[in-house]
């Protein structure tokens, strides 16, 4: 690719994915709504809010594929979910639409199927089961992608992620762990095969105590490499699991689950 353009690129799966994918493109186009002073020589810095349609245009000109992780990334209120993951996402794909850019990785999340227990192992055609406003905005986001995808031919890989950090923090993440670098290799596969679809991909690392199958990785040739398991000493070490009935024990979502509807501040 000439340009590949990443949103939320100065969150911290943005930075992390910056090294790790500056072979895929010519240049990196990091977009967000706070400043990037650090950009290297192969990368260009827009600053962009997703809720603002022409700038989102402007944003997405001239790129040949999407490497969308911007939005609101947890729980919030529903005008904040509202604009950053609904109206926003909007707002790209349509961009997208009119600017011709056809290949797209998502950055969905575990958090639509949250209220799944964790003994339930999952398929991607599982029923949804969102934990909160973010993990029903996350639905949305798949089904607009999957409507894109059928109307427009816009191709998507919808991915789910599980817990993207540089290592697990907690019992729950020993099974929704996906480390960096298998992240980065899933990023590549999805831009570079012939024929992408719409595929929802579970985003997770080779877990042993993972709960989801991972049918639509092994076609596009995704394999990841990494497991949480060099890590289970040092997260036992912490402290014991927490109860059975705990939401971090219980649920796929974890904590999202007790999560409450939050009011915007100085709203009615």
């Not at 186009?29 to 245009?57: F, G, K, S, W, Y």
């Not at 599982?126 to 191709?155: Q, W």
């Not at 000493?233 to 007790?258: C, W």
Request: aromatic share 8%; proline share 5%; charged share 25%.
């Amino acid at each position: 690719m000439k340009r590949l353009l990443i949103t939320g690129a100065a969150g911290g799966v943005g930075r992390a994915m910056r090294p790790r994918l500056r072979d895929m493109a010519q240049t990196l186009r990091l977009a967000d709504m706070l400043p990037i002073t650090d950009a290297d020589t192969h990368e260009e810095t827009v600053l962009c809010d997703l809720n603002d349609a022409q700038a989102v245009r402007e944003m997405v000109r001239g790129c040949d594929g999407i490497l969308h992780l911007g939005g609101k990334s947890t729980e919030g209120d529903f005008e904040t979910i509202l604009e950053g993951n609904i109206r926003g996402l909007y707002n790209l794909y349509e961009a997208a639409r009119a600017e011709g850019i056809t290949r797209v990785l998502f950055a969905s999340s575990n958090h639509t199927i949250g209220f799944y227990e964790q003994d339930q192992r999952l398929k991607t055609t599982d029923p949804m089961r969102p934990d909160s406003l973010y993990g029903v905005s996350k639905c949305f986001g798949e089904a607009l992608a999957s409507m894109y995808h059928d109307k427009f031919g816009i191709e998507t890989a919808i991915v789910r992620i599980g817990s993207c950090f540089e290592t697990p923090a907690n019992h729950r993440m020993l099974s929704t762990w996906l480390s960096y670098n298998d992240f980065a290799d899933l990023v590549a596969c999805v831009f570079r095969a012939p024929k992408l679809g719409c595929p929802v991909i579970w985003g997770a690392s080779a877990n042993p105590a993972g709960w989801w199958e991972s049918v639509g990785a092994e076609a596009i040739g995704w394999h990841p490499k990494d497991s949480s398991e060099i890590f289970r000493a040092q997260i036992e070490a912490m402290g014991p699991k927490p109860p059975v009935d705990d939401p971090n024990s219980r649920y796929q979502g974890g904590l999202f689950t007790v999560e409450p509807i939050h009011q915007r501040q100085g709203g009615t």
